[in-house]
């Protein structure tokens, strides 16, 4: 090699393109899997055993925890487990902060009329700005407190690559990379934050994928929503909570669909806009270990859970403002909110809608938790936006206002797909430093969300589905 350095080059280029047709597997695999079976045999050759070898507890889980029969299931119970923990532990918390932040609204009023501030001050500063702040909050902070942490401990025990490593194989099929996987099970928390995780992954072009897909499975501020009409509609007998049978299996149908649309969509784009071959994903899987809970703990709540929150503080109290003034500004005879209600009816029952779930959609852009809250405030035509005591109060109110079955499938559907909030497009852009991108991102999903709804609710009338 000394005299011809170039000749030699040569030859190992030709030897690898015959050895590559002959190949059975991908040539990158097979490279890496060599190459652990010669430092394998090195390490027998090279190392002693003195005594009976302890047993290796990480290779005995790991036969179980990343099999091809019990991988999957385990996995999907322990994401069970957490959305369990989340949602059930999540409940008296945010009651509790709800009642805190709403008694610290009647202060507000208290303190605005005794001021003796004008109706329109005090509407678009507390029943407007000061109320949506308070439901993000409440709504949000609990479920981000419980989620990242348990997230974040599943992280340090060292499961979480062997997640990547069980789904591998499926992104690797949609052109993407393994480590995705991760991304996405951190959009379940807060799509952001899936967003920031983004980072991860070394190839942009992968990464680019990650980031546009991650908004396909629903995060917390979407669950409410999902929870409540899959309990109103799908539950059995009175609509008590998710518990239920069927009301379970439809959300638990809403977070596979999400799941599958990322993979679909993921493949669609890395053979069109983002082509491009896989990139190599060696993952050695690190050891157990036990997890330092309280630094974890701390770290996943100041890193992840208030970053997201302030983010979706910040766009929050603008968007209240905005539906009170729209609620409370009347034009022949009817608010603001109405009309723009009534431009979209004729495309939302087009789609399996109707006008004012498109526009509680359209307002509740800075954060998924107020989309309930304004389509409440406009069936009842209140000038602000309010919540029902009871989920049987609330399917009273949408069964008078023309909701069906199929009204509620669409919902979920289109609640699952539609575009990301605004502090994930924040965040989108923040990423990317790409104008294109983040419209992209926001546009693609609506299409999607569009085009879904539309199938689903023409299948339905032509199936004479209610």
């Known amino acids: 090699m000394t005299g011809h350095p170039e000749r030699y080059l040569l030859g190992l280029a030709e030897a690898a393109r015959d050895i590559r047709p002959s190949a059975t597997g991908d040539v990158r695999d097979l490279m890496v899997g060599r190459i652990y079976e010669v430092a394998g045999s090195i390490c027998e050759k090279a190392v002693r055993r003195d005594g009976r070898a302890a047993p290796d507890w990480d290779e005995r889980l790991d036969s179980i925890l990343t099999s091809k029969i ?55 500063v507390v029943l407007g700005a000061y109320r949506a702040l308070a439901w993000v909050v409440s709504v949000m902070l609990p479920p981000m407190a419980i989620f990242f942490p348990c997230f974040a401990l599943l992280e340090d025990l060292g499961y979480l690559p062997r997640v990547a490593f069980n789904l591998d194989a499926f992104f690797k099929r949609a052109g993407t990379h393994g480590k995705q996987a991760l991304t996405m099970c951190m959009g379940f928390g807060c799509n952001a ?30 669950f409410p929503t999902l929870i409540a009409v899959s309990a109103m509609f799908f539950g059995t007998g009175p609509a008590a909570g998710v518990g239920r049978g069927a009301a379970a299996l439809s959300l638990l149908g809403a977070v596979l669909c999400g799941i599958a649309v990322t993979l679909a969509v993921s493949w669609l784009l890395s053979r069109t806009l983002l082509r491009g071959m896989p990139s190599s994903f060696v993952l050695e899987l690190p050891p157990y270990r036990k997890p330092q809970a309280l630094k974890v703990i701390v770290r996943s709540l100041l890193d992840r859970a208030l970053f997201v929150l302030v983010r979706a503080a910040t766009v929050a109290a603008p968007a209240g403002a905005l539906t009170w003034v729209l609620g409370n500004v009347a034009v022949a005879d009817a608010s603001l909110l109405a009309h723009v209600a009534s431009f979209l009816e004729p495309f939302g029952r087009l789609i399996g809608l109707d006008g004012h779930i498109l526009t509680a959609f359209l307002l509740g852009l800075p954060a998924n938790e107020i989309v309930i809250p304004i389509l409440i405030m406009g069936y009842s035509a209140a000038g602000t936006m309010m919540e029902l005591d009871s989920l049987d109060a609330l399917r009273a109110l949408l069964v008078s206002n023309g909701w069906t079955a199929l009204t509620a ?22 990423e990317t430093r790409s104008v294109k991108w983040t419209a992209f991102a926001a546009l693609m999903p609506l299409a999607a969300a569009c085009a879904a709804c539309f199938l689903v609710a023409l299948v339905g009338r032509l199936l004479g589905v209610r």
């Open 409 to 430: 499938a669409c919902l979920i559907l289109f609640s699952l797909l539609h575009y990301p909030c605004a502090t994930t497009l924040w965040t989108i852009w923040h």
């Open 193 to 222: 934050a899936g967003v920031v995780s983004c980072r991860i992954i070394d190839s942009p072009r992968e990464r680019l994928i990650a980031i546009l897909t991650n908004n396909f499975v629903p995060c917390n501020g979407r």
């Open 70 to 124: 019990l991988g999957y299931p385990i996995m999907l119970a322990l994401l069970g487990v957490v959305f369990w923990i989340t949602l059930v532990g999540a409940n008296v918390p945010s009651r509790l902060l709800a009642s805190v932040l709403f008694w610290g609204e009647g202060r507000f009023l208290d303190l605005f009329t005794w001021a003796g501030a004008p109706n329109w001050l005090t509407g678009v």
